[in-house]
């Protein structure tokens, strides 16, 4: 049973801050790449940051760079989105993904994860 359990959305004002949390388990496989992906009313799922296992490699969109930051914590098997100068254009639901791997390689797109989680709103007000 693999779980991927997004948390902490909500809404906020614009400038403020929000930390995401993906609580993952059940993978098959230790060393896993991870990303955050979101998809805002009427769009496609597009992808927002990735991590490498070792957490020395992270990647961003260039709508978020500078503004965002993911991080994780192996021993609690969870990742994380620090979002801070939000901006109404962030409103989205937020996913969490993962894929084995334990190198730097860069994986942005949907069909590169096989695990997904269901999704944390965030509402950014003007």
């Known amino acids: 049973q693999v779980q991927l359990v997004e948390s902490g959305g909500g809404l906020v004002q614009a400038g403020g801050s929000l930390k995401l949390s993906c609580a993952t388990s059940g993978l098959t496989f230790t060393n896993y790449v991870a990303a955050w992906f979101r998809q805002a009313p009427g769009k496609e799922r597009e992808f927002v940051a990735g991590?490498?296992?070792?957490?020395?490699?992270?990647y961003y969109a260039d709508s978020v760079q500078g503004r965002f930051a993911i991080s994780r914590n192996n021993a609690k098997n969870t990742v994380y989105l620090q979002m801070n100068s939000l901006k109404p254009e962030d409103t989205a639901v937020y996913y969490c993904?993962?894929?084995?791997?334990?190198?730097?390689?860069?994986?942005?797109?949907?069909?590169?994860?096989?695990?997904w989680g269901q999704g944390t709103q965030v509402t950014v007000s003007s």
């Open positions: 993904a993962a894929r084995p791997g334990s190198g730097g390689t860069y994986y942005t797109r949907i069909i590169d994860y096989n695990y």
């Open positions: 991590i490498s296992w070792s957490g020395l490699n992270t």
